[in-house]
């Protein structure tokens, strides 16, 4: 087990401590109330241990029991966790102060110059335990309250002397005690948490790379690696559950066959990662050159299917699309300081005039794409349930 103040990386150190947020609040309340208990409950004690001065021993506990009400309602202001440190030493220094101060009004015969020293390590166990304060801040507030306590007890009641130097030898190495367990502790928790951060951090993060991997995977089985567009079974699923809904609404789907003319020289010239380029920047004008309810795929090396909504009365949308793909690859393409220009065959076919499932409209627009092929290429050629009533004939 390792132990380090700070992160080395300081993006980490700054979530860690972010996430801490939340823990410091609720570790300052707890120190808060606990304090105001435990000094509420020793008002019973002074009338025992330093009845002398009795009503400004209860002032200095409402002098503290006001400083850690202060605490208290600091963790509910928004800048608490830019202050946090401040008001962590300044709620010690308050309770520090009213302790150390009772001690010194005891009078020499009271029990409260001996019994009192102990409400000071309950601060410095609190400190250490209670507090997310840099180790060397808790450190330092311990010491400052182990100088006060011993100034007090060697300047004003002359600790100097056998017993009393004894007493005080006994309560200083109580003192360094607690301060020695309190650093340990304090290692010791932020080491854990520190530990349990970082495991949890790696944890969120290999969870999120295998949902990464899971999503990458749904993602490519149902597209097109290369392109991105859709696979030929996110097409098939997509566009059946198209032709139910056309069932369902008596209307229509159309479907256009594409091949693009002249890719094979592409290839064979330039190489397959400018023929693969070529293929992405086809893939992004279509889907362009489309509406968000149409569905784009790739289903072969160089072959693109679209298929559309359209009203039954609508023959002619299939037409005007494929006008407009077929102007959109038909602009060059800039790669590598030169230009290329396609073009592409395509054959449209129409739910139900063509067929009653997507097998026989794609039989027949791929029928009607190679009607174009072999009259010479680039061009459009729609089956003649496509064709508007003055195209017929």
């Not at 409950?41 to 002032?59: E, K, Q, R």
């Not at 946090?84 to 110059?113: H, R």
């Not at 409400?119 to 060397?136: F, M």
């Not at 149902?222 to 008596?250: C, I, W, Y």
Request: aromatic share 8%; with cysteine.
């Amino acid at each position: 087990m390792s132990w380090a103040s700070t992160f080395s990386a300081a993006s980490l150190e700054r979530e860690y401590q972010a996430e801490l947020g939340p823990e410091k609040i609720r570790l300052t309340r707890i120190l808060a109330v606990l304090g105001i208990i435990l000094t509420l409950g020793f008002m019973v004690l002074d009338l025992w241990a330093i009845p002398s001065n009795l009503l400004t021993v209860w002032a200095l506990r409402g002098f503290i029991i006001a400083g850690l009400a202060a605490a208290f309602l600091s963790t509910l202001l928004p800048i608490f966790q830019a202050l946090y440190p401040l008001i962590i030493v300044a709620a010690a220094a308050v309770m520090g102060f009213g302790v150390s101060a009772m001690i010194y009004v005891a009078k020499p015969t009271e029990v409260a110059i001996d019994a009192y020293h102990g409400g000071l390590l309950l601060i410095i166990i609190g400190i250490y335990t209670l507090a997310y304060l840099d180790l060397y801040v808790s450190s330092a507030v311990a010491f400052a309250l182990t100088a006060g306590y011993t100034a007090i007890a060697v300047l004003h009641h002359g600790y100097t002397d056998s017993p009393q130097l004894v007493v005080l030898v006994a309560h200083l190495f109580m003192f360094i005690s607690t301060t020695v367990i309190g650093i340990v502790a304090q290692v010791l928790r932020d080491s854990y948490s520190r530990e349990n951060y970082l495991l949890r951090h790696s944890l969120q993060r290999d969870v999120e790379i295998k949902e990464e991997e899971k999503r990458r995977a749904s993602f490519l089985a149902e597209h097109d690696p290369l392109t991105g567009v859709a696979n030929r079974l996110r097409f098939d699923k997509q566009v059946n559950a198209m032709l139910a809904r056309a069932r369902h609404s008596a209307s229509a789907v159309q479907i256009l066959f594409l091949d693009l003319d002249g890719f094979k020289p592409v290839n064979d010239e330039h190489g397959h990662a400018v023929g693969d380029r070529v293929l992405r920047v086809v893939a992004d004008r279509l889907r362009q050159s489309v509406q968000p309810d149409d569905v784009v795929a790739r289903v072969g090396g160089d072959e693109f299917v679209v298929a559309l909504p359209a009203s039954a009365e609508d023959r002619a949308a299939g037409m005007v699309a494929a006008e407009k793909i077929a102007a959109s690859i038909g602009q060059g393409i800039e790669l590598r300081g030169m230009t290329l220009y396609l073009s592409v065959s395509i054959g449209i076919a129409a739910y139900p005039a063509d067929g009653e499932d997507l097998a026989d409209v794609m039989r027949a627009a791929d029928a009607q794409m190679y009607v174009v092929k072999n009259r010479g290429k680039s061009g459009i050629s729609l089956t003649p349930g496509c064709r508007p009533a003055r195209m017929a004939g």
